[in-house]
Nanobody
Framework: QVQLVESGGGLVQPGGSLRLSCAASGSIFSIVFMGWYRQAPGKQRELVACITRGGRTNATDSVKGRFTISRDNAKNTVYLEMNSLKPEDTAVYYC????????????????WGQGTQVTVSS
């Protein structure tokens, strides 16, 4: 069993910064993909940023230049550095990962964390 545990959320003023962390634990051979999604009340969940094991990154236009995704493969951890936060960034942020648990199989399983609340308000 694999678990994804997010941390780092909280209340911050507009223009402030937060750093989210997502640590994967359990039976892990390789993390193929890790990403951050967010869901605001009444809205659909959206991809914020993602990163492959090789370091290729992508981010939605609304956060480019403000958010940076990174990972530490040795620690099975992905980070989301959020700067210049805006009220519209308020949402529950979820970690997502495609993980291979068995070296003998090329197949992966997709996992979700339980989310961490980010609130941007003065």
């Amino acid at each position: 069993q694999v678990q994804l545990v997010e941390s780092g959320g909280g209340l911050v003023q507009p223009g402030g910064s937060l750093r989210l962390s997502c640590a994967a634990s359990g039976s892990i051979f390789s993390i193929v993909f890790m990403g951050w999604y967010r869901q605001a009340p009444g809205k659909q969940r959206e991809l914020v940023a993602c990163i492959t094991r090789g370091g290729r990154t992508n981010a939605t236009d609304s956060v480019k230049g403000r958010f940076t995704i990174s990972r530490d493969n040795a620690k099975n951890t992905v980070y989301l550095e959020m700067n210049s936060l805006k009220p519209e960034d308020t949402a529950v942020y979820y970690c997502n990962a495609d993980i291979r648990g068995d070296s003998d199989s090329p197949y992966y399983t997709n996992y979700w964390g339980q989310g961490t609340q980010v609130t941007v308000s003065s």
